[in-house]
C-alpha cells in the first residue's frame, strides 16, 4: 500500500508556479480528480497466503468496519482493506518466524549457537511487528478520526482494554484517580501489544502480563491485592 497524497501536493505547487493566475480557477478542479483517486488508496495485499487466511483476515476486517457505524462507501471500502491487509501482514509475519525457527531447529546447532539463532530471529520478528504496526496506525489515520482509530484498536482485542480495567475498579474502588490512569496507561500498551497477535490466547497472556506489573505496582502502594480478590469473589457471590 502507498499513500497518494504527497504527489498531489507536487503537482499543486507546480501548477501554481507555472500558472499562478490560473491557479485559484482550476484548483477545486484538481481537488475533485484527487479526492477520487483516494478513494481507492488502499489496494489488497494477499501475500501470496492461503485462501482460508484471507477469507478470516476479510471476514474480522468486516465485523471490526461494522462495529465504526455509519462511513460513507469509500471510507469503508479503504479502512476495511487497510484492516484485513494487517491481519494478512501479520500472519505473514509469524509464519516467516515460525518458518525461521524450525530452519533453525533442523541445522542441529550446537546449543550456544542455536540460542544465539534464536535470539536474532525473535529480534528480527519484533522488528517487524514494530515497523508494521506504526504504518498501520498512520493508515488508520489517513481515513479515521482519533476516536475511531481508538475503536478499531479495541476491537481488534475484544475490548480487553475496558474488560481488564473495569475488574481492577471493581477490584479496588478506592483506588485514587492518579492510580486509576497509571492503570488504564499500562492496560492501553497491553492493548498496543496485543494487537500484534492473531488469535485470543496471546491476546489475554499480553493482557495478564500487564496484570502482574499493575499488580505489583498497588502492592507498593499499600494494597493488600489477596484480601481485595476474597471481597470481590464475595460480592460476586452475592450478585448470583
Request: with cysteine.
Amino acid at each position: 500500500m502507498g499513500f497518494g497524497r504527497v504527489p498531489y501536493i507536487y503537482i499543486y505547487h507546480l501548477i501554481y508556479i507555472s500558472y499562478e493566475p490560473y491557479f485559484l480557477y482550476f484548483c477545486p478542479l484538481f481537488f475533485a480528480l484527487s479526492v477520487t483517486v483516494y478513494a481507492t488508496d488502499a489496494t489488497l495485499n494477499t501475500r501470496n497466503l492461503r485462501v482460508a487466511d484471507i477469507a478470516k483476515a476479510e471476514a474480522k476486517a468486516k465485523a471490526i468496519v461494522a462495529g465504526l457505524g455509519q462511513l460513507c462507501d469509500s471510507t469503508r471500502e479503504n479502512v476495511h482493506i487497510v484492516i484485513a491487509n494487517r491481519y494478512l501482514e501479520l500472519c505473514a509475519i509469524h509464519n516467516r518466524y515460525d518458518n525461521r525457527n524450525d530452519s533453525i531447529r533442523a541445522l542441529k546447532l550446537p546449543k550456544q549457537k542455536e540460542a544465539n539463532a534464536f535470539e536474532r530471529s525473535y529480534y528480527n520478528y519484533n522488528n517487524d511487528l514494530y515497523r508494521t504496526r506504526f504504518d498501520f496506525i498512520a493508515w488508520l489515520n489517513f481515513y479515521l478520526t482519533d476516536a475511531q482509530v481508538e475503536t478499531v484498536k479495541n476491537l481488534m482485542t475484544n475490548n480487553y482494554l475496558f474488560v481488564r480495567y473495569n475488574d481492577f475498579i471493581d477490584l479496588l474502588p478506592s483506588l485514587t484517580e492518579a492510580e486509576r490512569e497509571r492503570v488504564y496507561h499500562w492496560l492501553v500498551e497491553a492493548r498496543e501489544f496485543s494487537m500484534d497477535f492473531l488469535d485470543d490466547r496471546k491476546m489475554r497472556q499480553m493482557f495478564t502480563k500487564y496484570r502482574g506489573r499493575i499488580n505489583n505496582y498497588l502492592a507498593k502502594r499499600g494494597y493488600d491485592l489477596r484480601k481485595a480478590t476474597e471481597e470481590q469473589e464475595a460480592r460476586k457471590c452475592i450478585l448470583k
